[in-house]
């Protein structure tokens, strides 16, 4: 299920992906943006430690169920993953207890990118901060084919449009959990972005890999069948409108090739060269009631 690439991954220049448009089947038409509005920073060169000072973390007093269901949980299994900052441990497993944290979390980090006056209202900073640090730090630097079905929504994407998910986007690497989440849209998924936390996670059965939501890919395949769409995409890099909670700002190493050769990618005609040049393309998504 792991591809064997190890300290060999595509990441080529910085460049604005597609976005999402939904459009909710309801007997009405509404077309929303995905990904384009969110908060996708990678905090590249940047330090912002007093997060991890606070004696009270804003989620831990929002969510204290959540927060400690997470914190007993990382308890029981701290002995058993080695040397891990516990703080971000905790932050991964609350990500995936799956309740009113999960998805009041996504829900608003897809929209409060959209100007520095919303991100300043943002309540999640300190959450969003701890998880995308916590991904890199249990980073292995490798690739994973992995799965995630989508209930209630229909894609509609070219292929070779490059896209991403815009928030953090849970897949797994067994296709058969995925697909009991639903097959409405059915995404075969190359990342090399995302982050294995099965060990770490309050429902390890479901064998999850964390993609980011700054991860863009190309789409390599699309087709309908009877019971939906199906999306395979392929990682082709990364991608943030902020960096350091400032949008559009610059980021260090931008545009530069930091993770190895493209010849030692799986593909490489779809992850490489080919999309140099060509526009970001949406990805359009029909949601059905």
């Not at 980090?109 to 969003?128: L, P, W």
Request: net charge positive; proline share 4%.
């Amino acid at each position: 299920k792991q591809h064997a690439i190890m300290g060999n991954l595509p990441n080529w220049e910085d460049r604005e992906p597609g976005v999402l448009l939904a459009t909710r089947s309801c007997g009405c038409s509404i077309t929303k943006e995905i990904g384009h509005n969110s908060v996708d920073d990678q905090y590249i060169g940047c330090s912002p430690d007093n997060l991890l000072k606070l004696e009270k973390l804003p989620v831990e007093e929002k969510y204290p169920e959540t927060w400690n269901k997470s914190k007993l949980h990382w308890l029981n299994i701290s002995h058993s993953v080695g040397s891990f900052d516990p703080i971000y441990g905790t932050v991964i497993v609350a990500y995936t207890v799956g309740d009113e944290l999960y998805g009041k979390f996504n829900n608003v980090t897809r929209e409060a990118g959209k100007s520095q006056d919303s991100y300043d209202r943002y309540a999640f900073k300190d959450f969003h901060f701890l998880l995308t640090k916590a991904l890199q730090a249990k980073s292995k630097k490798c690739c994973y084919q992995v799965f995630r079905g989508i209930r209630g929504i229909h894609f509609t994407v070219s292929n070779n449009a490059i896209v991403r998910f815009g928030q953090f986007a849970s897949s797994s690497l067994n296709k058969t959990v995925a697909q009991n989440f639903s097959e409405d849209t059915f995404f075969s998924i190359l990342t090399c972005h995302g982050v294995r936390i099965d060990d770490f996670s309050y429902n390890p059965k479901e064998e999850e890999v964390l993609i980011p939501p700054y991860e863009k890919f190309i789409v390599t395949g699309y087709s309908r069948n009877e019971k939906g769409v199906k999306i395979t995409l392929e990682s082709s890099g990364v991608f943030s409108h902020w960096n350091c909670g400032v949008r559009n700002s610059k980021r260090p190493g931008e545009g530069r090739k930091t993770w190895g050769s493209r010849s030692r990618v799986p593909n490489s005609r779809s992850v490489g060269w080919i999309i140099k040049d060509r526009p970001m393309e949406p990805l359009l998504a029909k949601m059905e009631h």
